[in-house]
C-alpha cells in the first residue's frame, strides 16, 4: 500500500504530464484532445488541492 506522500508524488508528477500535453494539444490546435486531457487535469488538480498542495506555482494551464 503507498504512502501518502508516494501517491502525492505520483499525481504531481501526472499533473506535470498532463499540462505539457495540453499545452501540445492547444498549440496542434487538437481540441478534442485538449479537452479530454482537461477532464484529467481537473481531476488531479482537485486531488492535489484536497493533499494540500499548493499549485500556485506549478499549474502552468491556470484554468
Request: no cysteine; net charge negative; charged share 35%.
Amino acid at each position: 500500500m503507498p504512502s501518502g506522500i508516494e501517491v502525492t508524488k505520483q499525481a504531481l508528477d501526472d499533473f506535470r504530464k498532463i499540462q505539457e500535453y495540453m499545452l501540445l494539444a492547444k498549440k496542434e490546435n487538437a481540441s478534442e484532445t485538449y479537452a479530454k486531457l482537461k477532464d484529467e487535469y481537473l481531476t488531479i488538480k482537485a486531488l492535489l488541492n484536497v493533499s494540500g498542495v499548493n499549485l500556485s506555482e506549478l499549474d502552468k494551464i491556470k484554468e
